[in-house]
C-alpha cells in the first residue's frame, strides 16, 4: 500500500507558476497510473492530469493543455505537476492519486483511483 502526500500549493498571482509534488511513503514503480484531480467549492471533482509510466502516455484537461505538465521521478518516488500561466479558474484543491491495475485513461476519466493524497490547496488571485 502507498500513502501519497501532496506539497507544493500556495497562493500565486494570475500568469504565475506553481509546482505541486507528490511523494509517496514507498515506491512508485507499481503503480504505473498517476494522476492529479482537483476540486474548487461547489463543483465537482474534475481530472487534471494523468501519466501512464508503462506506456508513456499523458492525459490533460482541455483547460489545463499547454500550461500543466505532469512527470515522474521514480528514483524520488515522486509525480509533479508543473503549472504555469496559472489563472484565476485554476483555484482549487488539487490532489494526487496513484493506481497499479486496469486501463489508466479509464480510470482518469471516472475517477477510479484506490489511492489519494489529502490536497493541497492553490489559490491564484486576479
Known amino acids: 500500500q502507498v500513502r501519497l502526500v501532496e506539497s507544493g500549493g500556495g497562493s500565486v498571482q494570475a500568469g504565475g507558476s506553481l509546482r505541486l509534488s507528490c511523494t509517496s511513503s514507498g515506491s512508485l514503480t507499481s503503480y504505473y497510473c498517476m494522476a492529479w484531480f482537483r476540486q474548487a467549492p461547489g463543483k465537482e471533482r474534475e481530472g487534471v492530469a494523468g501519466f501512464n509510466s508503462n506506456s508513456g502516455e499523458t492525459y490533460y484537461a482541455d483547460s489545463v493543455r499547454g500550461r500543466f505538465t505532469i512527470s515522474e521521478d521514480n528514483a524520488k518516488n515522486t509525480v509533479s505537476l508543473q503549472m504555469n500561466s496559472l489563472k484565476p479558474e485554476d483555484t482549487a484543491m488539487y490532489y494526487c492519486?496513484?493506481?497499479?491495475?486496469?486501463?489508466?485513461?479509464?480510470?482518469?476519466?471516472?475517477?477510479?483511483?484506490?489511492?489519494w493524497g489529502r490536497g493541497t490547496q492553490v489559490t491564484v488571485s486576479s
Open positions: 492519486a496513484a493506481e497499479s491495475s486496469g486501463n489508466c485513461y479509464m480510470r482518469y476519466l471516472g475517477a477510479t483511483f484506490g489511492y
